[in-house]
Structure formats: structure tokens, C-alpha cells
């Protein structure tokens, strides 16, 4: 039990398939995060939230709509993906925005053909 | 942007050799962390430092914050084939974007 929650680990999607991640973390942290981890690139961060508001959007294209409902679940929808978007998404968690303990999910291992 | 050089970029080493890993930044961090990411995970953290010329263990592994607050190392002594993974540095500087910059990672193979 890692303390962060990510399914499915394993998602295959077509291009005109909409998909949602899940993320959930029942360790009492405020902040919440999505990274994109590609072969050979450092960990991109995607998206950041901290007390269920959007703090930080790095320049994601829009076919990726996150969601966070409450502090403990962190959604990423996915719509009209193209295959370099084939990746590991990471979610992860800290007990605030700015915090440096962060806690990472598995992963879901994501192939868009 | 901060970014940061991590280097080896991979290595492969024998069963109870030592290994040492380096991450440089142009940056100030005012907290350095390195992270190890096993097969099919999310990475988790190894060590955490907050001082300037800090050098802590944990266990075999031993890493130091640099004194010009711009870089890092870790070295794992005598290793084993669980130490097989990628390894991230990370760094963090407070008072401007509030996230972590990491590395690209350091891929470890441990032959037995």
C-alpha cells in the first residue's frame, strides 16, 4: 500500500476514445499532482492542484481535462489522444503546494493507437 | 527554466561493486531528494536533503547537498540486484514555482 492509488495500471485507447485515470490518496495531503514520464525526458508535470483549486496548468493541451472533486481524488480525462501521447502518467501527492515529501502513485502505463 | 543534468545516464555494474550518481544545476535549491523508481512504479523517495554540505545515509546509500547549493550526489555501497531501477534526483527551490524539478534519471543494472 503505497498510500496513492492509480488506476487502471494498464489502459489501450484509440484516437477517438474517451478514457478517464483515477487517482486517491488517503494519506491527509492538500496537494495533488499529474506527471507525464516518457522514455528518456525528465518527469513532466502536467497539473497541479492544491485544497481541490487548479494551481498550475503547464501549458497541457486540452484533450487533457483534469478533475479533482475533493482532497483525495484526482481525475485525468481523456479525449481524441494522438500516440505520442503514449506514456506513464504519474500521480502523486504532498501535504501541501510546495511541500517536498511527495508521495508518487504506480502509474498508468497509457498506449494510444 | 531550472532544469537539471543528471549523470550517468546508466550504468551497469557487478554485484557488490560500489555506485556513485551526480545531478548539476545552473540553479540555487534550497532541498535536494533523490528518488529510485523500480520496474512498473511510481518513484519513491530515498533521501531528503535540506542543508547546504548535509551529508546523510540511509543505510548503503549516502548522499550529499552540494555547498554551492547546485548540485547533488548519491553513492550506493556494495550493491544487489534489488538496487536495479532507475534513480531521480530532484530539487526544489522556495520562493519561486513551488514544484519539483527533476532530473532525467540514472538507469541501474546490477548483473549477479
Known amino acids: 500500500e503505497t498510500g496513492v492509488t492509480q488506476t487502471p495500471r494498464h489502459l489501450v485507447m484509440g484516437m477517438t476514445n474517451k478514457k478517464s485515470l483515477k487517482c486517491e490518496q488517503h494519506?491527509?495531503?492538500?496537494?495533488m499532482y499529474w506527471y507525464k514520464q516518457s522514455a528518456k525526458k525528465p518527469l513532466e508535470l502536467m497539473f497541479v492542484?492544491?485544497?481541490?483549486?487548479?494551481?498550475e496548468n503547464n501549458s497541457v493541451p486540452s484533450r487533457f481535462s483534469p478533475e479533482c472533486p475533493n482532497s483525495s481524488h484526482l481525475f485525468l480525462h481523456l479525449h481524441t489522444l494522438q500516440p505520442e501521447d503514449s506514456a506513464l502518467y504519474l500521480c502523486?501527492?504532498?501535504?501541501?503546494?510546495?511541500?517536498?515529501?511527495?508521495?508518487f502513485g504506480s502509474g498508468t502505463r497509457l498506449t494510444v493507437v | 527554466g531550472q532544469q537539471l543534468n543528471q549523470s550517468p545516464q546508466s550504468m551497469f555494474i557487478q554485484e557488490g561493486e560500489d555506485v556513485s550518481m551526480n545531478c548539476t544545476s545552473s540553479?540555487?535549491?534550497?532541498?535536494w531528494l533523490w528518488y529510485k523508481q523500480d520496474p512498473g512504479e511510481g518513484p519513491v523517495l530515498l533521501i531528503a536533503?535540506?542543508?547546504?554540505?548535509e551529508l546523510t545515509s540511509n543505510g548503503r546509500l549516502t548522499a550529499q547537498f552540494g555547498i554551492t547549493r547546485k548540485d547533488s550526489f548519491l553513492n550506493i555501497s556494495a550493491s544487489i540486484p534489488s538496487d536495479v531501477g532507475i534513480y531521480f534526483c530532484?530539487?526544489?527551490?522556495?520562493?519561486?514555482?513551488?514544484?519539483?524539478?527533476f532530473g532525467k534519471g540514472m538507469k541501474l543494472t546490477v548483473n549477479p
Open positions: 536533503l535540506y542543508k547546504a554540505g
Open positions: 540553479s540555487i535549491f534550497n532541498t
Open positions: 492542484y492544491s485544497l481541490e483549486e487548479r494551481v
Open positions: 502523486a501527492s504532498s501535504q501541501f503546494w510546495g511541500g517536498v515529501g511527495y508521495t
Open positions: 530532484a530539487g526544489h527551490s522556495q520562493g519561486g514555482s513551488e514544484k519539483l524539478v
Open positions: 494519506l491527509g495531503h492538500n496537494a
